[in-house]
């Protein structure tokens, strides 16, 4: 079964509104996980990284009062598209991984499909 | 910084034959490397890993080989399947859990 699992798997909003996606790590707890976001035919983009009990460190040019992150649990990490517009729309995906170092196993989510209208 | 370069796509194959998607990375460190797969419409899935150099990681057919003198993890298959289409990315992790990737190959297999 899923390990990381996120949700809404598809989300349509109105422009102008937000919208928020979960992503949760199931049966284990992830101080950090990380935000992707994938545009059209493109490959996958790290927005930020959400560190449990403190504020989400956000890759250069991803900005933070459009994308909040909010890790307030050590399996729960949510964003935030603030104010969604068109262009906003993509597909979002978490990890977090099991453990420490680089071979611990990553754990995607299954992504998420925003349009925004 | 890390980096990732994948072979360009799209590739189109005939069924069963051999397959070859080139990857090499630039990485400070010693990175696990990593092959998704994504299927239309879907999300990411883990094809493969290898966590050090000379490691091979292989599932469902596919290999590849951790090669640190040449920097790469070119991914292979001796006969591709019509159920193989889909986009294949090329991934390095390092120790701060980040994922590197490359900008993905679209392969096509027709019967």
């Not at chain 1, 349509?12 to 996606?21: A, D, E, F």
């Not at chain 2, 993890?73 to 991934?91: I, R, T």
Request: net charge negative.
């Amino acid at each position: 079964g899923a390990v990381v699992s996120q949700h809404p798997s598809w989300v349509i909003c109105k422009s102008g509104t937000s919208v928020k996606i979960e992503c949760r790590s199931l049966d284990f707890q992830a101080t950090t996980m990380f935000w992707y976001r994938q545009f059209p035919k493109q490959s996958l983009m790290l927005m930020a990284t959400s560190n449990e009990g403190s504020k989400a460190t956000y890759e250069q040019g991803v900005e933070k009062d459009k994308f909040l992150i909010n890790h307030a649990s050590l399996t729960l990490s949510t964003l935030t598209v603030t104010s969604a517009h068109p262009e906003d729309s993509s597909f979002y995906i978490c990890s977090a991984s099991l453990g420490t170092g680089a071979g611990n196993t990553i754990y995607f989510g299954e992504g998420s499909w925003l349009t925004v209208v | 910084g890390d980096s990732v370069t994948q072979m360009e796509g799209p590739v189109t194959l005939s069924e069963e034959a051999f397959l070859t998607i080139n990857c090499t990375y630039t990485a400070t460190g010693y990175p696990s490397l990593f092959w998704y797969v994504q299927y239309p419409g879907e999300g990411l899935q883990l094809l493969l890993k290898a966590t050090k150099a000379d490691d091979k990681g292989s599932n469902k057919g596919f290999e590849a080989t951790y090669r640190k003198e040449t920097t790469s993890f070119h991914l292979e298959k001796g006969s591709v399947q019509v159920s193989d289409s889909a986009v294949y990315f090329c991934a390095l992790n390092t120790n701060a859990g980040k994922s590197t990737f490359g900008d993905g190959t679209t392969l096509t297999v027709k019967p």
